[in-house]
Nanobody, 127 residues
């Protein structure tokens, strides 16, 4: 069982930056591939970024490439999403997710790949 708690969301002007954090409980954090998803009002949950168990592999949705960076610190049981050059269309509730895998390099990009989810943190980007 893994419990995930996101933090770091807020209100920011377009062009600004935010850093989201997701703290995981338990001693097996390094057994999980991690991901960030977002959901805007009236829209389906969307993949944003994913990272493999040791952080050597990452994946991003095209709309955030070059602006967002996912990283993890297995010693601190935490995954991060650094968001730069934010745009109003990035406004959403952001969720982190954990999916167990035996692979050290696999990244997971679909919601059904993940077993555990955080409660979400709101990110609002004003124009």
């Amino acid at each position: 069982q893994v419990q995930l708690v996101e933090s770091g969301g807020g209100l920011v002007q377009a062009g600004g930056s935010l850093r989201l954090s997701c703290a995981a409980s338990g001693r097996t954090f390094s057994s999980y591939a991690m991901g960030w998803f977002r959901q805007a009002p009236g829209k389906e949950r969307e993949f944003v970024a994913a990272i493999s168990r040791r952080g050597g592999s990452t994946s991003y949705v095209d709309s955030v490439k070059g602006r967002f960076t996912i990283s993890r610190d297995n010693a601190k049981n935490t995954v991060y999403l650094q968001m730069n050059s934010l745009k109003p269309e990035d406004t959403a509730v952001y969720f982190c997710a954990a999916g167990a895998t035996a692979s050290l390099v696999l990244v997971k990009t679909t919601p059904s790949d993940y077993s555990y989810w955080g409660q979400g943190t709101q990110v609002t980007v004003s124009s």
